[in-house]
């Protein structure tokens, strides 16, 4: 299934796979917007938005029962794109809000918060969607189905739900002026980090840069 076949009007729009893949391409067209950097001040409230509708989908295809894929082992769908330029661009548009906290699995008891980066997430959810969207648009629709169903599971989907927590984290302390203690060197090649630094730096930093676009009034 080629670009052109995509959104063929031969397929049925209530089909799932159709729906499904409609909200993966909605998702990669417009995150890569965000990241060409021309409305910096919207590039928070923008990705919020977009992660919650990908969200979605992944609810959907969890709560979908097991794609089982026609082949027994996976086509090779060609090379993987290059990330390196998005993530590089995220991490500039999010500075100095990039680095953030995480718990894994929170039903693991007594298990630190360790810093992550939202660009790094995006581009990691990047990757798995289009190495999905590959299959698809090559007409192995079952195993986009899988592929994006096993990946939810096992990366993406966790993966979106930090970032979601992590921008809507941001946009509340923008909203309700409450600039974020600062945070003296915290970042994702440290091991150890106490309790005592996992707040992170934003402040009023965060508020000029990102608030000041939002309409919102930095705080004194």
Do not use: C
């Not at 002026?177 to 009023?204: H, S």
Request: proline content about 7%; cysteine-free; glycine content about 8%.
């Amino acid at each position: 299934m080629s670009d052109a076949t995509l959104h063929a009007t031969t397929q049925d729009p209530d089909d799932f796979a159709v729906q499904i893949a409609d909200q993966v391409e909605s998702f990669l067209v417009a995150v890569t917007e965000v990241a060409r950097g021309d409305e910096p001040g919207s590039a928070v409230p923008f990705l919020l938005l977009e992660v919650s509708q990908l969200l979605l989908a992944g609810g959907r295809l969890g709560a979908h029962e097991d794609f089982v894929p026609d082949e027994r082992y996976e086509p090779d769908p060609g090379p993987e794109p290059d990330v390196d330029g998005l993530r590089e661009n995220f991490a500039r548009l999010l500075d100095p809000v990039d680095v953030y906290s995480e718990v894994f699995d929170p039903y693991e008891p007594r298990k630190a918060p360790v810093p992550a980066r939202i660009s790094d997430d995006l581009a990691d959810i990047i990757t798995d969607l289009r190495h999905g969207m590959a299959h698809y648009r090559a007409g192995r629709t079952t195993e986009a189905l899988w592929w994006w169903q096993f990946s939810y599971f096992s990366n993406w989907g966790g993966t979106a739900s930090a970032v979601l927590r992590a921008l809507q984290s941001v946009l509340i302390h923008v909203r309700l002026n409450q600039p974020l203690e600062e945070l003296d060197g915290l970042d994702t090649d440290q091991a150890d980090i106490g309790d005592e630094t996992l707040e992170f730096e934003a402040g009023r930093v965060m508020a000029q840069e990102i608030g000041a676009p939002l309409g919102i009034r930095p705080a004194q």
